[in-house]
Nanobody, 120 residues
Framework: QVQLVESGGGLVQAGGSLRLSCAAS????????MAWYRQAPGKQRELVAD???????NYADSVKGRFTISRENAKNTVYLQMNSLKPEDTGVYFC??????????????WGQGTQVTVSS
């Protein structure tokens, strides 16, 4: 089994910053892509940013220039630095990882989600 545990969410005023972390643990052989998604109330879950094992990144247009995704492969951890936050960034942020386990199975795993609330 593999577990993803997120941390770093909270309440912040518009223009502020937050840093999310997500640590993967368990029977991990290797982690391919890692990503952050978010879901606002009444809306579908959407991709915020992703990063390959080699460090290639991709961002949603709405967060380009404000958010930065990074990872520490030795710690099986992915981060999301969020700057210049806007009220429309409010939502539950989920970590996702494409994991190959030590039993040679490969699938996506999700964290439990962390709430980010940006007040105007």
């Amino acid at each position: 089994q593999v577990q993803l545990v997120e941390s770093g969410g909270g309440l912040v005023q518009a223009g502020g910053s937050l840093r999310l972390s997500c640590a993967a643990s368990g029977r991990i052989f290797g982690i391919n892509d890692m990503a952050w998604y978010r879901q606002a109330p009444g809306k579908q879950r959407e991709l915020v940013a992703d990063i390959s094992s080699g460090g290639l990144t991709n961002y949603a247009d709405s967060v380009k220039g404000r958010f930065t995704i990074s990872r520490e492969n030795a710690k099986n951890t992915v981060y999301l630095q969020m700057n210049s936050l806007k009220p429309e960034d409010t939502g539950v942020y989920f970590c996702n990882a494409d994991v190959t386990t030590i039993l040679w199975s490969r699938r996506d795993y999700w964290g439990q989600g962390t709430q980010v609330t940006v007040s105007s």
